[in-house]
């Protein structure tokens, strides 16, 4: 496990914290009381069960979500302020078959320039200077649906790291990513946020990885039935009764 520089020294002065959190939707509770405290630097993981809540909880802290409870992110000089996220959502489909380049991918979220008319010198030395933080240079002129899943990532990572983020938000980022390519892409996660000093928020079905990456795993059905190290985590009651009842499925 990586060892975080931020632990539970950092005396809130980068973090964001989670107070009470609670969701309900009709009359479905679908989180209730969720307490998290996330340093800066640090990358952890929601794990949990189709249905448990992490995407809801994900949504909430981007905004997107009506939620009882606090949301609080803390910055030198910041503190109270909204923070700038980049959010990377669960991976979307594109027909092989579309014309649609990277580049025309990222003229269309970031400028008003139509992307029939082309891509500009000055933008696409700037798209260039994006996929390098990804190392995904060689990527600009491949057409979106022939990308492979680990390409694909890089590119939607590297749209979320524009501006620099103070936070990194994940939605089952390892998803439709080949064994190689995950490590690939979580080796790369670890760079970016010592690089940046940017704390990592991602959901995922893949325990096998998140010794070696994660500071912290939160293990959430419908409220945090666990947190702590990967390790406390995997081995411990909370994660063999939730994901072993009824046959739950990771």
């Known amino acids: 496990m990586r060892t975080s520089l931020h632990g539970a020294g950092c005396g809130d002065s980068c973090c964001l914290r989670v107070q009470n959190l609670s969701v309900k939707i009709g009359n ?3 989180l209730s009381n969720i307490n998290l405290h ?4 640090e990358m952890v993981a929601l794990i949990g069960p189709n ?3 992490k995407s809801t909880f994900l949504k909430a802290v981007l905004g997107q979500q009506e939620h009882d409870g606090i949301i609080v992110f803390s910055s030198p000089g910041q503190r109270g302020h909204k923070p700038k996220i980049g959010y990377v959502p669960q991976t979307p489909t594109f027909d092989p078959g579309d014309p649609v380049s990277v580049a025309d991918l990222f003229v269309c979220c ?5 992307a029939f008319l082309g891509c500009s010198k000055a933008m696409r030395k700037s798209i260039l200077e994006c996929l390098h933080r990804v190392h995904g240079e060689d990527l600009i002129d491949k057409r979106i649906g022939t990308l492979s899943g680990g390409e694909l990532q890089r590119v939607l990572l590297a749209l979320a790291l524009e501006p620099i983020p103070n936070i990194l938000i994940l939605d089952e980022p390892l998803s439709g990513v080949d064994v190689e390519g995950q490590t690939d892409l979580m080796d790369m996660l670890d760079e970016i946020r010592d690089t940046y000093d940017l704390s990592i928020l991602m959901t995922t079905h893949n325990f096998s990885l998140l010794d070696r990456y994660a500071d912290q795993v939160v293990l959430i059905d419908h409220g945090i039935a666990a947190s702590g190290t ?13 994901f072993h009842r009824g046959g739950a499925k990771e």
């Open 51 to 53: 249905g448990a809540g």
């Open 28 to 30: 479905d509770q679908i």
């Open 230 to 242: 990967p390790a406390e985590v995997l081995s411990g009651e909370a994660f063999s009764r939730v």
């Open 110 to 114: 970031q400028s008003k320039r139509p």
């Open 38 to 41: 996330v340093h800066c630097g």
